[in-house]
């Protein structure tokens, strides 16, 4: 019953709080000296940048990424009880959830759009991908024309799903899609036979795969239907936070710490089951952090819409 | 078919889900503390001889009773902090919360359906009662809290109880917004180790001890309920 | 509020946004009637057992109602799409997946029909068991076997005193039919999420979906309390009352 005790403490505790706030900080930064917590948004099932370990403790690239940042708010802040809170989003609430200050900052696997970027902010790239499908090795299934009058199972919310839906308009494919919640699902539809292909960033499908109970059972295939650079979301109009997240970020880039971070990650035996995703670091990816960025990419992959 | 059922899984799982059960009991705790407050208000706007005070809450039970709760949970989940913030007129105003947003949706809903059985359960206490504490000299905060509630309630108790069991199972959606209750943390492991027969049929399992223990006894109680009265 | 997104062309499918909007309400309108039929039926089925006097036919319309109505909806929406398929035999489950024809929407269909029928079963006991008696001992006096004592006095009473709580069931099914889009059934709430986040017009569209289910509300509300004034048991005031 600790969430019940917590209800009544933070009702007296808000009462308390309001008011009494140092006067310095504005925006993102005051809400997080005044509520003495700074809440970060996660994933269930973005391996290997935002998920679930064995404990159910959120993990990954993005979430370590976070944590640094966590880590600076509180030096600049000189808060050392400031506390960390995890929030489970998922590609549908994440940007309602961030806009409506329910998380401070969202560490998952989100694209960069120039879309989102009307309603939330970026911080510098810190991944590069983009949309392929996976489908079953004996499924006959060699590129996206193959998927012509199939079902298709997508992710609601992502820019993957828009990029396929743009392709199968342009292309009238006329594929039946079957939409899930979270990219788990999704993969489970192919695994269970439901769908025969599922569009996703390719690094999420590596990660999804390997996690799968037969690897070898899939392919990843096709060629980039989109391009998907990936960013920590904040909240817009916020100059002084995002300039100590894009701070830190971009001092992670320069210290080359980001590299022990990658290779943690991406090129070492991860939980929950300890496989090594074996990605090393793509051409595009070490642009990004040379030169750091927050450009973000069109609402429909490649295709006009 | 059974053959790779898998009892590791849920083993491993356990201290997840209760964590999600904790939650999900929680949340059905407070909602109907809430909702009952909250539906008693409302039942005495709407039986008040006041236009002004029963339209708003008549118009207000008959919306909320006309939609999913899904929609609800959905309204009260992103619209509300937006409503926080442009109240307050403070853009980062910080957020109530995911566990209290879903908290006040649960409310919110539960407390149109709470009004119904409580107004009911008011127009079942004889008018005599009213009269007669109005005689003893009771004015009407005295009359209602002292002698129409507690007989109401007496009477509504088996069938508040049979909505609040209604409600644990209804608590099972906050799973649309993502958030870790008991069927969120099931679902969360189902998906994630690919387990979804053993993960499901496990949870069914547990609903379903558990909401037909409560309801088993919710019947008994009605029983010497019935009892007491004839 | 700005409600001219409706008018804009949508982001697939060829249409304007408002086609989704409909679109979303043809699928409610369609779970929850075509899941309001196996509901009715079965329920009716149901309700008569639990009132027989052979105990090997009550029994199991008891332990159906039991089981269906201790499980959460969203449950077993989900043990319907996604454990029956993996437990049945291999060839059925693959049917089931890949070969049947729009497979969540049959799915949410049979699953809101299979909980609701539970539902229906007790109003439809509730109202036999709310006749005296006397009736039943009387029709069975006159020579009447018992199932056309059922036929011909019961059913004929039960059903015209519970119009009222079968109105809030067949609502609740309507109501219940959104938790068809967990399974990824586009009915009229997954469509508004959905124009949301195509649109950010959270608001607007939310909204629109109110009122749209607010209305369907009100039209068999009113249709209902005409039916139920026309069918009206002389002598009877007011029905079983239900939730």
């Known amino acids: 019953m600790k969430r019940i005790t917590s209800l009544f403490l933070a009702l007296f505790a808000g009462a308390a709080f309001s008011g009494a706030a140092v006067a310095q900080e504005s925006g993102t930064l005051k809400k997080i000296r005044d509520t003495g917590v700074i809440k970060i948004g996660h994933r269930d099932a973005s391996i290997p940048f935002s998920y679930l370990d064995e404990k159910q403790r959120p993990i990954g690239y993005g979430v370590d990424i976070c944590l640094k940042i966590a880590d600076a708010v509180q030096a600049q802040l000189k808060m050392p009880n400031l506390k960390v809170e995890f929030v489970p989003v998922t590609s549908q609430t994440r940007i309602p959830i961030l806009t409506g200050g329910n998380i401070d900052l969202e560490c998952g696997s989100t694209t960069n759009s120039i879309e989102r970027q009307k309603q939330v902010a970026f911080a510098p790239t810190y991944f590069m991908t983009g949309t392929k499908i996976i489908v079953k090795k004996n499924s006959g299934i060699k590129g996206y024309d193959d998927l012509k009058g199939k079902t298709v199972v997508i992710t609601q919310g992502t820019t993957n799903e828009r990029a396929m839906k743009a392709y199968n308009d342009e292309k009238k494919l006329g594929i039946n899609f079957i939409p899930a919640k979270d990219h788990a699902e999704s993969f489970l539809a192919v695994e269970t036979g439901r769908a025969v292909a599922f569009p996703m960033d390719d690094i999420l499908l590596f990660g999804l795969r390997a996690s799968a109970r037969n690897p070898d059972d899939y392919v990843i295939l096709g060629e980039f239907l989109s391009d998907d650079p990936y960013g920590i979301m904040m909240r817009r109009d916020d100059a002084e936070f995002k300039k100590l997240v894009d701070d830190t970020v971009i001092g992670l880039y320069k ?9 943690k990650w991406f090129q070492s035996k991860i939980p929950p089951r300890g496989i090594n995703l074996n990605f090393p670091m793509s051409d595009a990816l070490k642009q990004a952090i040379k030169n750091p960025n927050d450009t973000g990419v069109g609402a429909c992959g490649k295709m006009k819409c | 078919m059974f053959s790779d059922f898998d009892f590791e899984v849920i083993v491993s799982a356990l201290p997840f889900l209760w964590e999600g059960m904790m939650f999900s009991l929680g949340l059905t705790l407070l909602a109907m503390l809430g909702g009952i407050f909250l539906g008693t208000l409302l039942a005495l706007m709407r039986l008040s001889p006041f236009k002004i005070l029963s339209y708003p809450a008549g118009a207000y039970v ?14 009260f989940y992103f619209l509300i902090p937006i409503a926080v913030k442009n109240i307050s007129g403070n853009p980062y105003a910080a957020g109530i919360g995911p566990f209290y947003s ?5 409310t919110m809903f539960e407390a149109a359906y709470y009004c119904e059985i409580i107004r009911a359960g008011i127009q079942s206490v004889p008018r005599g009662q009213v009269h007669a504490a109005y005689a003893l000299g009771l004015n009407y905060r005295q009359a209602t809290t002292l002698v129409i509630l507690p007989q109401a309630f007496r009477n509504m108790i088996p069938i508040l109880l049979t909505t609040s069991i209604i409600l644990f199972q209804d608590t099972s959606l906050v799973y649309v917004v993502g958030l870790t209750d008991f069927m969120g943390a099931a679902s969360k492991i189902a998906r994630r180790d690919g387990r979804l027969v053993e993960l499901y049929l496990f949870a069914a399992l547990i609903y379903f001890i558990i909401c037909f223990t409560a309801s088993y006894f919710v019947k008994r109680l009605q029983a010497r309920y019935n009892v007491g009265r004839n | 509020m700005d409600f001219s997104f409706l008018n804009q062309p949508a982001f697939s499918g060829g249409g304007v946004y408002l086609d989704w909007v409909i679109s979303g309400v043809k699928w409610t309108l369609l779970v929850s009637v075509l899941g309001w039929i196996i509901a009715f039926s079965m ?44 437990i049945v035999p291999k060839f059925m489950g693959d049917w089931l997946k890949t070969k049947m024809p729009m497979p969540e929407f049959w799915n949410a269909v049979l699953c809101l029909g299979f909980y609701t029928a539970s539902r229906v079963a007790e109003q439809v006991r509730s109202g036999i068991q709310s006749i005296p008696r006397g009736q039943t001992n009387a029709a069975l006096a006159m020579g009447l076997t018992l199932p056309q004592a059922y036929r011909h006095v019961l059913l004929p009473m039960a059903y015209r005193i519970i119009i009222p709580p079968m109105t809030t069931e067949f609502l609740t099914i309507f109501k219940n039919s959104s938790v068809a889009l967990t399974i990824g059934v586009l009915e009229l709430t997954a469509q508004a999420r959905q124009i949301s986040e195509y649109t950010f017009r959270t608001f607007e569209i939310f909204i629109i979906a109110t009122i749209i289910y607010a209305l369907i509300t009100l039209t068999v509300t009113f249709s209902m309390r005409w039916l139920e004034h026309r069918a009206r048991v002389p002598g009877y005031i007011g029905g079983a009352s239900g939730k």
């Open chain 3, 43 to 86: 329920g009716s089925v149901l309700g008569v057992l639990r009132t027989s006097p052979v105990w090997w036919l009550r029994a199991p319309a008891t332990v159906y109602v039991e089981i269906f109505r201790n499980i959460p909806l969203l449950v077993q929406m989900f043990i319907w799409y996604f454990v029956v398929p993996e």
């Open chain 2, 102 to 106: 879903a908290l006040i949706a649960f």
């Open chain 2, 62 to 75: 008959n919306l909320i009773r006309s939609i999913p709760l899904i929609l609800v949970i959905f309204w």
């Open chain 1, 255 to 263: 210290s080359g710490e980001i590299n022990k971070i990658y290779t």
